[in-house]
């Protein structure tokens, strides 16, 4: 059969063997009928692009002078999302689904740009003297995107849905003294919140963003039913790949001054931050450091920088080998070279870490020394747990923590060699990264923004926090934690917290080497950028609300 | 028609490979050890979790039965469903089909017409400094892998030389594609340089071989004008076997988008392909590996019912 | 070989060019040792030195003496460039993306590593990786081919059949079906690259074959009653050097593209291994900023392939010339 065919099945290698060889002749190939050949001398098609042919300076001030003009659309690039992604504003996880929750929705109360508590949709709270009742008074005149005014009603039933274990809400775990049973409507302004054990800080709660108020009755389906009271109105859902917002007309806050917003998700930063220069966008979140060269050599760009207590830690599973010793979790701290991690991995962006978080809260130790790289102890306390030179991990990344995680995993894997510790780097794709193995990897990394502590706990490193990847426990931590939450004198708290940080001082499951300062990039085009504390997804934490066309 | 008996014979052959990679797909991802369930639980995989992921992917039923099952959906147009998106592979590679369905023929309008030009000029002027040029430059482009040669053109009209068009493709996807064409340009260039050389080459070799053909020769001796003699007897003559070398040509493109979509993220099946393996996505990666070689293979068939169809010889001669 | 047949993808039957113009008629006709008492040990001798006839041949050309210098540029800079790297290719001695300086003269990577370095030390994995694949790849296609070729026809019609399913892929696809599964494992990537040559190759085999089986001494040998699996690898193989060592060229190109791009895909060597594919991927963020550290292992990759082709092409153009100098069409 091969035979009749004769010739033998092509390859274009083979093909043009045959041309080499000379032995390529018409007859032996075939002979034809006129055929008309399709001759047409086509140049390749060139069109410039319009590259964006700048703006006036390249470090202008964030700001415009005068009042923010409105109208006009916001472009923004932020991470890759997923397919999976949503809009339900109390279930957000991923750095994407977190920039798009807060276009759309509020809690009762945010943080400003310098970590500050301002009211949002509350008007006031007011604790009892043992902080155990709460009392909110909503303010007046507030409506949802749907006209529907903002009532005690709707706080109790976004409350009970974000308990309610069917929702697997984050913010549950910030909730864990507060049952449903113990909302009360005071009237259409007011809730009250009696917790069954005191927290001094269920402020805290009452301002993380995923705990945020939603209409009676939500229940959204894609973009159908996603309904909040945030500056933006979602106008196009397209979950991974961008989503489309128009003004909110009777936003309770100041703006927005644009007419719409987009934000484009894109995975690749490369990508990301040619969106910007090639003009498809106006402003990329989370630029990463290799790229502010090349940003403050193109024309009418700009770099905005933020000093945040954002971190990006090391993750090490205390219940799995060889992180069940402490003395290898020890080990492994004094393994990294700080400096050297910020310098060749941040590119000299961000500020020495400790291996505590929570750098602004009143009871984070200062005077505890701060921790170096120190190879001979660390190899002493490895040999001590019984690895001489032996000791191989795998250490799980991605470019979903951030752009620099890989690279920091790459520095710490270089600097563990100094140790006898061989790390093997897997770098996984971020849908596998925040997949079904999110929380079981044995040693990987994570983000995160800038908390204070106990609210850190909550949903970090408590026993019920949604987000524990080292899966850390420890009894004297957490009688310690838990009669913070109920100390009302912020002093005797504040000490409380240094103990508490202490003993994940020296025994705790994070690496950190550094906190964060984050940058952003955007074009002379856009101004009311500011620079925010905030730490995660952005340097001016996405407030798009505050952005106006120049 | 005898005729129409090979070709049929070919079509029903080409169908039966086709059968066969899909056992061989299927086989590779589902069967052989690192199946679908662990691939998606990964190293955290305990007995418990795997049992239920098994139970819910199918796969503790008989490979036969899993197979036969998937190749029924195949068949009716089913392609199941994808685990990152939880949606049905058809929906989520509709659009990147059509995004590098454009690019490929993008890149084929061009190279076609392109080589076509450089390769007959190469042979009428044979050996001479126009065709020495050609030769070397093709051998160089055939040597290269397409991502050397995407990054290359990235240096020299993106980044590094001229800036004129963005090194990666950011598609908007409200946008009208049409409004968008400038994200082609760089893919397809690429394209074009990878696959030209083959072309320039067997036209110049056919061209050659034209002109010094009697056919050639008598209509010079008529007293045929040159342009009439090469427009109307050599270049049409000329053009006949690299029919048979679009088509691979094509077939190859199947292929070459894979590395080529992935320099500059152009968001086409080749891309999908990688980012479905990087999610572990199996039903989507059974779903373009499947239809890149039902490509790979209908070019290829292509290519073989082309060259029978313009060969007498070949429509005649068979055993 | 009638002109009307139509070219099998093999080589000519180059038993016939025994009478080269450097033949050396004067030779006695002894008895080969070593190679099963076969007739025409004449005809051997002078066949086994064939390929070497190739080889010479072909460095008359200028683009093999080209190819050639380039490719070796290349394996002596893989090969002994890590004696001369200034720095580990895994040390920090630079700011990341740093300019080039005194400490490193091509500037420094994405985390600060120095790039000429790096450079020295990326090329071992392609070219070992590469020619590795290629070598496994002639072997089962060549056996594969004999085997086609010289086999009843059924034999023949069965192995091409499943050939065909492996060659319903583009080469890249299905090592990257495989890598998929079992992830980037080094031996798995040469296992498949060379998988995925085998069947190109073995049309090759098979063709050359088909037109060396009817020769003399194949017959020959035949009427000796010796195993048709020996005459495949002491009569016919001998014969069809020529157009295998071109094939190897050629599929060395391959090769080495596949596996660069494999790596620059994230599926081929993992960081921090030091190699160029591996290289052009992890730099690309800084493209704008620090171009050292991607253009030149591209450059060099380039000159790699460009040089395997040069050699190849040369290669092929003295088989063209052995066969004109016997009349051979």
């Known amino acids: 059969m091969s035979d009749q065919e004769g010739k033998e099945g092509f390859d274009l290698s083979q093909v043009d063997r045959l041309i080499n060889e000379h032995r390529f002749t018409r007859r032996n190939l075939l002979q034809g009928a006129l055929a008309a050949g399709a001759f047409a001398a086509l140049g390749p098609v060139l069109s410039a692009c319009g590259s964006s042919s700048g703006g006036t300076s390249s470090s202008g001030s964030p700001t415009a002078a005068g009042a923010p003009k409105k109208g006009g659309a916001i472009k923004s690039a932020i991470g890759g999302g997923s397919a999976k992604d949503t809009l339900d504003g109390q279930i957000p996880t991923s750095e994407t689904q977190i920039g798009t929750q807060w276009q759309v929705y509020d809690a009762l109360m945010d943080w400003d740009q310098n970590h500050k508590l ?44 974000i308990l309610n274990p069917k929702t697997a809400a984050p913010g549950a775990s910030t909730l ?54 945030g500056p933006w109105i979602p106008t196009n859902f397209q ?52 790229q502010v060269s090349a940003v403050k050599a193109a024309t009418g760009m700009n770099v905005l920088q933020a000093k945040t207590g954002g971190w990006w830690p090391f993750t090490m599973r205390m219940d799995q080998k060889p992180f069940t010793d402490a003395r290898v979790r020890q080990a492994f701290r004094l393994i990294v070279d700080r400096n050297q ?83 093997n780097v897997d770098k996984v794709d971020p849908s596998v990264f925040y997949g079904n193995n999110y929380l079981k990897w044995t040693f990987a990394q994570d983000f995160w923004a800038t908390r204070n502590y106990l609210p850190q706990v909550q949903v970090g490193t408590a026993p019920n926090a949604p987000w524990n990847e080292c899966h850390w426990k420890n009894a004297q931590w957490w009688s310690i934690v838990s009669q913070a939450l109920k100390t009302v004198d912020d002093t005797a708290r504040a000490a409380l917290i240094k103990q508490a940080s202490t003993i994940e001082y020296q025994q705790g499951a994070y690496i950190i080497p550094a906190f964060n300062v984050l940058l952003d990039a955007y074009s002379s085009k856009i101004a009311g950028l500011q620079p925010d504390t905030w730490g995660a997804n952005s340097a001016c934490r996405c407030r798009y609300n505050l952005m106006s066309l120049v | 028609m005898p005729l129409v008996k090979i070709i049929v014979r070919r079509v029903l052959l080409g169908l039966l490979t086709l059968l066969l990679v899909s056992v061989l797909v299927f086989a590779a991802t589902q069967t052989l050890p690192g199946d679908t369930a662990r691939a998606i639980l990964g190293k955290s995989a305990t007995p418990a979790t795997l049992k239920a992921m098994r139970q819910e992917l199918g796969l503790d039923r008989p490979a036969i039965v899993q197979y036969g099952s998937w190749l029924g959906g195949v068949v009716r147009g089913n392609l199941g469903e994808s685990l990152a998106a939880k ?183 080749g891309l999908g392909l990688i980012d479905a393996i990087n999610n572990r996505d199996v039903p989507e990666i059974q779903a373009i590996v499947l239809l890149i070689a039902a490509l790979y293979v209908g070019f290829n068939l292509l290519a073989d019912i082309l060259t029978i169809l313009v060969s007498p010889r070949l429509r005649t001669g068979l055993q | 070989m009638s002109p009307d047949e139509l070219v099998p993808a093999g080589g000519p039957p180059l038993s016939d060019l025994d009478l080269g113009p450097d033949e050396d008629l004067a030779e006695p006709l002894e008895p080969q040792l070593g190679r099963g008492g076969d007739m025409a040990p004449a005809s051997a001798k002078r066949r086994r030195r064939e390929w070497v006839q190739l080889l ?94 010289y086999a009843r026809q059924t034999v023949d019609d069965v192995i091409m059949r ?21 992830g980037p494992r080094l031996w798995l990537i040469v296992l498949t690259v060379g998988l995925s040559h085998a069947p190109r190759i073995a049309r090759v085999a098979r063709g050359a074959t088909l037109e060396v089986k009817e020769r003399d001494f194949v ?37 080495i593209g596949l596996i660069a791009a494999l790596s620059f895909m994230g599926f081929g060597m993992q960081p921090p291994a030091c190699d160029w594919g591996l290289m052009i991927n992890e730099n690309r963020i800084g493209i704008l900023v620090q171009p050292y550290s991607i253009f030149v292992p591209v450059a060099l990759i380039a000159i790699l392939t460009i040089g395997v082709n040069l050699a190849t092409d040369g290669l092929s153009h003295a088989m063209i010339g052995l066969e004109r100098d016997t009349g051979v069409s």
């Not at chain 1, 100041?254 to 934000?263: E, K, S, W």
């Not at chain 3, 300019?99 to 070992?128: E, F, M, Q």
């Open chain 1, 118 to 161: 301002v009211m949002t949709l509350a008007d006031s709270y007011e604790p009892n003297k043992d902080g155990s009742v709460w009392t909110v008074k909503l303010k007046p005149g507030l409506t949802f995107h749907n006209g529907k005014s903002v009532t005690a009603d709707d706080v109790i039933f976004s409350y009970k849905r």
């Open chain 1, 176 to 229: 864990s003294m507060l049952k449903p049973s113990g909302m009360k409507k005071i009237d259409d302004l007011t809730v009250q919140f009696t917790l069954e054990s005191p927290s001094v800080i269920f402020y805290e709660a009452l301002a993380y963003y995923p705990n945020a108020i939603v209409p009676e009755g939500y229940n959204p389906q894609g973009m159908t039913g996603a309904i909040g009271t």
């Open chain 1, 239 to 290: 979950p991974g790949q961008q989503v489309e917002f128009k003004a909110n007309p009777n936003y309770w806050g100041t703006g927005p001054y644009a007419d719409t917003l987009t934000m484009y998700e894109i995975a690749d930063p490369s990508a990301k931050l040619n969106a910007l220069l090639g003009g498809t966008v106006d402003h990329m979140t989370l630029l990463d450091s290799s």
């Open chain 1, 341 to 423: 991690m910020i310098e060749q991995a941040l590119g000299s962006y961000g500020w020495v870490g400790n291996d505590m978080y929570a750098p602004y809260d009143p009871g984070y130790p200062t005077d505890l020394p701060q921790r170096a790289a120190d190879i001979a102890q660390a190899k002493s306390l490895l040999k001590q747990a019984g690895y001489d030179n032996d000791l191989t991990v795998t250490l799980t990344t991605s470019t979903a923590v951030s752009a620099a995680a890989p690279n920091m995993a790459q520095v710490f894997a270089q600097q563990a060699k100094a140790a006898g510790v061989t790390v």
């Open chain 2, 87 to 269: 949606a049905p592979v058809t929906r989520v590679i509709g659009t990147r089909v059509r995004n590098s369905a454009v690019l490929v023929l993008v890149a084929a309008l061009i190279s076609i017409p392109l080589s076509i030009l450089i390769g007959s000029l190469s042979g009428l002027f044979r050996d001479r400094p126009f065709d020495s040029t050609t030769s070397l430059g093709t051998l160089g482009l055939a040597a290269l892998p397409e991502f050397v040669i995407g990054i290359l053109l990235i240096g020299l009209l993106a980044t590094q030389v001229f800036h004129w068009f963005p090194a990666v493709s950011v598609v908007q996807p409200n946008v009208p594609f049409t409004d968008q064409l400038n994200i082609l340009i760089l893919p397809a260039a690429t394209l074009v340089l990878a696959t030209s050389p083959y072309i320039v080459r067997i036209l110049r070799a056919s061209m050659i071989e034209v002109l010094e053909s009697e056919y050639v020769q008598m209509a010079r001796l008529k007293g045929m004008p040159e342009k009439t003699v090469l427009r109307r007897h050599a270049l049409p003559n000329a053009i006949i076997p690299t029919i048979q070398v679009i088509a691979l040509n094509l077939a190859w493109l199947a292929g070459g988008v894979v590395v080529v979509e992935y320099v500059f993220n152009y968001p086409g099946i």
């Open chain 3, 56 to 149: 010479f041949d072909a460095l008359h050309y200028r683009r093999t003496q080209i190819g050639l210098a380039l490719c070796l540029f290349i394996v002596v800079m893989a090969a002994f460039g890590p004696l001369f790297a200034p720095h580990s290719p895994y040390a920090f001695v630079t700011a990341p993306f740093a300019k080039p300086s005194a400490t490193a003269p091509l500037g420094g990577d994405v985390i600060g590593r120095d790039v000429l370095s790096r450079v020295l030390y990326g090329g071992r994995s392609v070219l070992i990786l590469a020619i590795l694949a290629t070598a496994l790849g002639m072997a089962m296609g060549v056996s594969l081919g004999l085997a086609a070729g």
């Open chain 3, 162 to 182: 499943l050939l065909d399913v492996l060659l319903a892929f583009p080469q890249i696809v299905f090592v990257l079906l495989l890598v998929s599964v079992l």
């Open chain 3, 219 to 255: 017959k020959a040998a035949e009427s000796l009653g010796l195993s048709r699996v020996r005459i495949a690898f002491t009569e016919i193989l001998p014969n069809i050097t020529s157009p295998l060592l071109v094939e190897f060229g050629l599929r060395l190109t391959y090769s």
